[in-house]
């Protein structure tokens, strides 16, 4: 089983469509999570961080949910520019250090 | 604030030549380093990361190693290529103590033809 696993997608939604990405993590002794945002052909960006209480930000929201080992993203209102590949990280310390481990993304297409 | 370099952008090399891609970081001091590793169409794999000056953990066996001879300054180098190395070489840092985001070069996008 890998560690982080995410659907592929694509998933392809008109403009203004509230859409939702799971993520589920395999190392019950993960202690962060965040959500990043890659577009073709760039380097990933932070998009939001994922805490225990659930957050938001603006169109943006992220839940985790430890006992069942996953984390969601929401986004309301989608819009053209939201379109790129949507990738979870889990953090778990490994060796000394904190190790990033990524989903392999979930695409999301959207379209007019 | 920090900002991450990496370099070069691009580069297509021939099957058996060597590599050696830089990254450094400024603005901060001790971070842990990491190189990752993106496949056409796959996800993000962990090759490296390092915890200081001269401390390399090795995620995956492969043809290809690391150094980090200066605090805020990592390096990836492979004596020979093979085709299978192509994809997209990501250098990210993060703060040393603490579970928190990691930030990315702007990756190279390495061709072996």
């Known amino acids: 089983r890998k560690e982080v696993e995410q659907d592929p997608g694509p998933f392809n939604v008109p403009e203004g469509a509230t859409v939702a990405f799971n993520c589920t993590y395999s190392n019950s002794a993960s202690q962060s999570f965040f959500w990043y945002r890659q577009d073709c052909r760039k380097e990933p960006k932070l998009l939001m961080s994922?805490?225990?209480s659930g957050n938001e930000d603006g169109r943006f929201t992220a839940q985790l949910n430890r006992a069942s080992q996953y984390i969601s993203l929401l986004i309301r209102d989608s819009k053209l520019s939201d379109s790129a590949t949507y990738l979870c990280?889990?953090?778990?310390?490994?060796?000394?250090?904190?190790?990033?481990?990524f989903g392999r993304g979930t695409s999301l297409i959207v379209h007019p | 604030s920090q900002t991450i370099h990496q370099w070069p952008a691009t580069l297509v090399q021939p099957v058996g030549s060597p590599l050696s891609l830089e990254c450094t970081v400024e603005?901060?001091?001790?971070?842990?380093l990491y190189w990752y590793r993106q496949a056409a169409g796959r996800g993000l794999q962990l090759l490296f990361y390092?915890?200081?000056?001269?401390?390399i953990s090795s995620e995956v066996p492969q043809n290809l190693s690391a150094s980090r001879p200066q605090d805020r300054q990592f390096i990836l180098s492979s004596k020979k290529l093979l085709l299978s190395d192509s994809g997209f070489y990501l250098c990210?840092?993060?703060?040393?103590?603490?579970?928190?985001?990691?930030?990315f070069g702007q990756g190279t996008r390495l061709t072996v033809v």
């Open positions: 994922v805490y225990s």
């Open positions: 603005g901060t001091s001790n971070p842990n």
């Open positions: 990210a840092w993060s703060v040393l103590a603490g579970y928190t985001e990691a930030f």
């Open positions: 390092s915890v200081g000056i001269g401390q």
């Open positions: 990280v889990v953090l778990h310390a490994s060796g000394g250090s904190y190790i990033p481990t």
